[in-house]
């Protein structure tokens, strides 16, 4: 029938797609159980979904749309957690204050970029961790956001800046010989 | 940027787009010029491109954390519970006013006469609960196959029956007993009762089959009062149950804001026997409804295996019609 159809299909999303879409939230949360909540929710949702899904859709940024919006929630969640109990909440210039300077490393540059990411508004990450490590194109991820590909682009773009600011000093200035 | 020139400044999202890979090509080479005019901007450039290659080794990095085995495992036991309750459901047109048909995972789980107040989709969504997704194309098989028997095209409806619903044991047991019951004809609420083992559960069995989640896929329109009257169905929808016997070729006759089955124009099976009877074969005229099944026609009888009785011979001496 049908619906068995729809299960089967849905099988191979499931497969397709589960193992990216906790990577991403991983990469979002840095917290490996709720990746693992978080994606799951995501596939629950999708399931109660699917079949009202057009035919030829693209499952797999249907699927980061569902899982930032899930991400989205989750972080306004812990906000709204961190004010109720007045938990120390996270202070990103001291963090950026106590970055070790002058080191050329690329390792060490990899970290400092971390650390930037995980300090970027909640949007802008998510648009950054999209486009850089999952390669979803801007439609797709103005989709997921529910902004235009234009805001798209400039959340990733915004969060390349803060990058650089943040690697300063990490990045060799180059003497040139030439004009 | 550390340089403020306004030229630099508006030029900056296409450096960063040039850096990116993303640059349209005339942008682009607005840039290759402009940056080999322009040391700062120079500079940027190898920046930004510098850190799209670190951006890609950290994408390329392992993952600490990175391991979804256990997590697939758990997702796949969740997706198979909540399959398990997920139910689509449609509503369709039908010579019966609109119908709701309902189907899990497991098989049909609800049929449902609509028409009272209100959308019938909120209707639905109180009968079915937050889970259930309107999705006609899952039950549109099923709401062709009723069409047809609607249509007296078709005589089985062999769907897979969802019953989980069933309120309670004793329900499960009256649906069972009365999905036996074949195409054409007719038992008591008290044939019922005896069948399931309860002889005495004659009103009980008639209040399960009022809560039939299944009407008739359980074809509960086939039981009736031991006077023979049709009693009751879907609420105050006894005209409906008249309607759907005589699809299944079961005359009946109006009495009292009510219908009769006219047991005297019936053959009648004594419950037990594998043949069918005239209705005054032997004691049959004497015996309680609940002993008995009937059928409209010889037709039907012999569709469910019977085979006509060797002593009143109704093969011989059918009833007039």
């Known amino acids: ?179 | 940027m550390s340089h403020p020139h306004p030229v630099c400044r508006e030029l900056e999202p296409d450096l960063l787009a040039v850096a990116t890979g993303e640059a349209a090509p005339a942008a682009a080479e607005r840039i290759e010029g402009h940056v080999a005019r322009c040391r700062p901007c120079r500079e940027e450039l190898r920046h930004y491109r510098a850190i799209e290659g670190l951006v890609g080794a950290l994408r390329r990095a392992p993952l600490p954390g990175d391991d979804a085995t256990l997590a697939r495992a758990e997702l796949e036991s969740r997706l198979a519970d909540l399959r398990r309750r997920l139910v689509s459901f449609g509503i369709f047109p039908s010579p019966l006013g609109p119908m709701l048909i309902a189907r899990s995972e497991l098989g049909v789980s609800l049929v449902r006469y609509l028409g009272g107040t209100g959308s019938v989709a909120s209707e639905a969504r109180r009968l079915l609960g937050e889970e259930a997704i309107e999705d006609r194309a899952a039950p549109e098989a099923l709401y062709a196959e009723l069409v047809e028997y609607l249509e007296g095209r078709r005589t089985r409806l062999d769907w897979p029956l969802d019953l989980r619903g069933a309120r309670s044991d004793f329900q499960r047991r009256v649906l069972d007993a009365t999905a036996q019951l074949p195409y054409g004809a007719v038992a008591s609420y008290a044939g019922i009762a005896r069948r399931i083992g309860a002889p005495a559960a004659a009103r009980p069995v008639a209040q399960a089959l009022r809560w039939n989640p299944l009407p008739i896929a359980i074809p509960c329109h086939r039981v009736i009062g031991s006077s023979g009257a049709l009693v009751g169905y879907a609420g105050k929808r006894v005209a409906l149950k008249q309607r759907l016997l005589a699809i299944e070729g079961v005359r009946t006759l109006p009495a009292r804001g009510d219908f009769r089955v006219r047991r005297e124009a019936m053959y009648a099976l004594h419950v037990g026997d594998s043949e069918y009877c005239l209705p005054t074969c032997g004691s049959l005229a004497s015996r309680p409804l609940s002993e008995l099944m009937l059928f409209g026609s010889r037709e039907r009888a012999e569709a469910a295996g019977l085979a006509p009785c060797t002593t009143c011979r109704p093969d011989l001496h059918p009833l007039s019609a």
């Not at chain 1, 990746?35 to 057009?54: G, I, K, N, V």
């Not at chain 1, 035919?55 to 569902?66: D, E, H, K, S, Y």
């Not at chain 1, 540059?109 to 648009?127: F, M, N, Y």
């Open chain 1, 1 to 179: 029938m049908a619906r068995v159809m729809a299960e089967d299909a849905f099988e191979a999303v499931v497969g397709a797609h589960h193992a990216e879409i906790r990577r991403y939230v991983l990469r979002i949360t840095a917290r490996a159980g709720d990746a693992d909540d978080l994606s799951q929710e995501t596939f629950l949702r999708a399931l109660r979904a699917h079949r009202s899904l057009p035919p030829g859709a693209n499952v797999r940024a249907w699927l980061f749309a569902i899982a930032t919006n899930l991400c989205r929630n989750h972080f306004r969640a812990q906000t709204r957690r961190r004010r109720t109990y007045a938990a120390a909440a996270l202070d990103r210039s001291e963090m950026d204050a106590a970055w070790p300077e002058g080191e050329v490393l690329a390792g060490e540059a990899r970290a400092r970029i971390e650390r930037v990411v995980a300090g970027l508004p909640v949007k802008q990450r998510l648009a950054f961790t999209m486009r850089k490590m999952h390669d979803l194109d801007y439609g797709a991820i103005g989709a997921s956001l529910q902004c235009s590909e234009e805001s798209a682009r400039a959340h990733v773009f915004q969060a390349l800046r803060k990058i650089r600011r943040g690697l300063d000093g990490l990045i060799p200035v180059r003497t040139e010989s030439q004009p």
